[in-house]
T-cell receptor, first 113, second 115 residues
């Protein structure tokens, strides 16, 4: 079946550190891949997405590249800020299943000054 | 203007009660969803409606009944609440059903606590 495996947290980084959150997927069809972010007490917001292999999604300094050969969509940011503290979710959707979303378990990030 | 809104934001109730959560989207989307997020932040889809028709109905107790009076609204009614129903419930919407790469837009969540 379709699923997403995400790096376990929590992750604690100092401000300006480099961030990587690993995400790998299993899909029966040809998925679209997403990163969502959830700030404390809020709903999920789309951070970035990629819909085909080798696409790079980017937003607010975050990037992720759709790698079909390694079935991965790792999230990276070169220099994190305190305001990036949140829970990050990797997700996939496949047209064959009507765009149903499958989420990873979420990775909690805390950035300390 | 809030794109996807939910009411109430917090809901504290006793076991055995019946409660409803309302969701509205003003994005003109065709498809709406309900997700449950447990205490470990794990998100699981419960239901999906497309143009007011039920499309996805995951393994959810039949105490949970969604209702879509129109495309812009998807409400969730829960009968005979149990302790294990305590969670955050998120409503979401997307423009199309089955479109490649369709983004889902989430509401702020309803935090349900069953005592």
């Amino acid at each position: 079946g379709d699923s997403v495996t995400q790096m376990e947290g929590p992750v604690t980084l100092s401000e300006e550190a480099f961030l990587t959150i690993n995400c790998t997927y299993t899909a029966t069809g040809y998925p679209s891949l997403f990163w969502y972010v959830q700030y404390p007490g809020e709903g999920l917001q789309l951070l970035l997405k990629a819909t085909k292999a080798d696409d790079k999604g980017s937003n607010k300094g975050f990037e992720a590249t759709y790698r079909k050969e390694t079935t991965s969509f790792h999230l990276e940011k070169g220099s994190v800020q305190v305001s990036d503290s949140a829970v990050y979710f990797c997700a996939l959707s496949v047209m064959d299943t009507g765009n149903q979303f499958y989420f990873g378990t979420g990775t909690s990030l805390t950035v300390i000054p | 203007d809030t794109a996807v809104s939910q009411t109430p934001k917090y809901l504290v109730t006793q076991m055995g009660n019946d409660k409803s959560i309302k969701c509205e989207q003003n994005l003109g989307h065709d498809t709406m969803y309900w997700y449950k997020q447990d205490s470990k932040k794990f998100l699981k889809i419960m239901f999906s409606y497309n143009n007011k028709e039920l499309i996805i109905n995951e393994t959810v107790p039949n105490r949970f009944s969604p209702k879509s009076p129109d495309k812009a609204h998807l409400n969730l009614h829960i009968n005979s609440l149990e302790l294990g129903d305590s969670a955050v419930y998120f409503c979401a919407s997307s423009q199309l059903w089955g479109g490649s790469g369709e983004t889902q837009y989430f509401g702020p969540g309803t935090r349900l606590l069953v005592l």
